[in-house]
């Protein structure tokens, strides 16, 4: 036996939990190996002023508090419905990763609802019909577009109003602003009369 396996199994050693022929192996390793003999000695004396010292009481509070704390040892907890639905099938129900989801899933149908144009009214079978949702969702879909068309023809033909009315405006500023002609007089001759 090496000296690691005699470190590893001296606390049993010292206990007696080993089988008689493991502890003639350490017996035998310990007479000829000086220091795990050495080891055995220190362990043996820390165990034995262990052993000397007062056996503490724990304060009655701490054990009342261990098995209240305990799960599965709730008894007094047990005796309403309450208590039963939520240890039992409600559990589940009720870890947080499981309830956010809900609450998400409950938020993403307002979300969609409100967008589908459903009402904020007690619900029927109808109502969460998939075709008809698709059909509003649709129909919003296609409103928004026309909506958004519209808008750009209309900014379309008012810009073109405005560049037009501003090269009226120009044309006219330019009139104004050039020289006023003096209609000719009647030719002269070349004798000037």
């Known amino acids: ?13 010292l206990d007696g939990a080993l089988a008689a022929a493991e502890r003639g192996t350490i017996e035998a390793h310990l007479a000829g190996c000086e220091a795990c ?40 907890r047990r005796t309403g419905l309450w208590r039963r639905l939520r240890s039992g099938w409600l559990a589940p129900v009720l870890n947080p990763r499981y309830a956010m989801g809900m609450a998400m899933t409950i938020l993403s149908f307002s979300m969609i609802f409100k967008f589908a144009g459903i009402e904020p009214r007690q619900l ?41 009315l501003s090269e009226w405006a120009d044309q006219s500023d330019a009139a104004a602003r050039a020289p006023a002609r003096k209609p000719d007089a009647a030719p002269k001759g070349r004798d000037g009369k």
């Not at 003999?37 to 043996?44: A, E, F, L, S």
């Not at 056996?55 to 054990?63: I, K, Q, Y």
């Open 1 to 13: 036996m090496t000296c690691a396996e005699v470190e590893i199994l001296l606390c049993d050693y």
């Open 37 to 76: 003999r050495t080891m055995y000695g220190d362990i043996r004396d820390a165990v034995a002023l262990i052993g000397l010292a007062e056996e503490a009481a724990p304060p009655p509070e701490l054990l009342t508090r261990i098995l209240h704390e305990m799960p599965g040892r709730d008894l007094a």
């Open 124 to 164: 029927k079978p109808a109502d969460l019909d998939p075709v008809k949702i698709w059909a509003s969702l649709d129909t919003r879909a296609h409103r928004a577009w026309d909506r958004a068309t519209k808008y750009y023809e209309n900014l379309r033909v008012v810009l073109e109003i405005q560049s037009r």
